[in-house]
């Protein structure tokens, strides 16, 4: 049963407008969720992370939100940029599990 | 060289043959880590290391063997696959404080014929 739920599977949004990839989870246990960003025949990268005891973090066009009640993770990238096309993963963790979402391909059109 | 690196980046084996997967790091890191990737499906954590020393396995057949020489290398050794371990297998590192933070290899795309 998967943890970590991605269900959108591809997004597309015009240059400039904000583009919001969202991320639901099962386990209250979580103690970080992290956004991976993928391009093709490159492995992930780190992007931005948030504690459980936060509700928001902020880095430059990237903000990661929180909402424990809702089980619920969303990333805002704003103005999106061509070069944001990519496949973005949302993880959570608690201790040494990690657990991932199945990917949101991202397609922002110049 | 900089960051995660990963060889082969291919690879295809037959299910009698025995292969080992590489991956080195040059961050610095102090834990490593193994995920299987299959179509589809989300990154799976197989093995975590931790200053050299297992401190995670999930379950993982015992086809998979891991091996951690250092706290820059890390191998997989392969032996009677399955045509279902077919997958892109990936490495990544972090500090062992800072385990929510993982760089990742560019992966190992694999076929198990």
């Known amino acids: 049963d998967q943890q970590v739920k991605q269900n959108s599977p591809s997004l597309s949004v015009q240059e400039g407008r904000i583009s919001i990839l969202n991320c639901d989870y099962t386990n209250s246990m979580f103690d970080y969720f992290l956004w991976y960003k993928k391009y093709p025949a490159e492995g992930p990268t780190f992007l931005i992370s948030?504690?459980?005891?936060?509700d928001k973090n902020e880095d430059g066009r990237f903000t990661v939100f929180l909402n424990k009640s809702a089980k619920h993770l969303s990333l805002h990238i704003v103005p999106s940029q061509p070069g944001d096309s990519a496949v973005y993963f949302c993880?959570?963790?608690?201790?040494?599990?990690?657990?991932f979402g199945t990917g949101t391909s991202l397609t922002v059109i110049p | 060289e900089t960051g995660v690196t990963q060889t082969p980046r291919h690879l295809v084996m037959g299910m009698t043959n025995k292969k080992s997967l590489k991956c080195e790091q040059h961050?610095?890191?102090?834990?490593m880590y193994w995920y299987k990737q299959s179509a589809k499906k989300p990154l799976e954590l197989m093995f975590v290391?931790?200053?050299?020393?297992?401190?995670e396995n999930n379950s993982v057949p015992s086809r998979f063997s891991p091996e951690c020489p250092n706290s820059s290398h890390l191998f997989l050794h392969l032996h009677t696959l399955q045509p279902e371990d077919s997958a892109l297998y990936l490495c990544?590192?972090?500090?062992?404080?800072?385990?929510?933070?993982?760089?990742f290899g560019p992966g190992t795309r694999l076929l198990v014929l």
């Open positions: 990544a590192s972090s500090q062992v404080e800072r385990m929510e933070t993982q760089y």
């Open positions: 290391y931790n200053f050299k020393e297992q401190t």
């Open positions: 948030i504690s459980s005891i936060k």
């Open positions: 961050l610095g890191h102090n834990a």
């Open positions: 993880a959570s963790t608690a201790g040494n599990q990690f657990y």
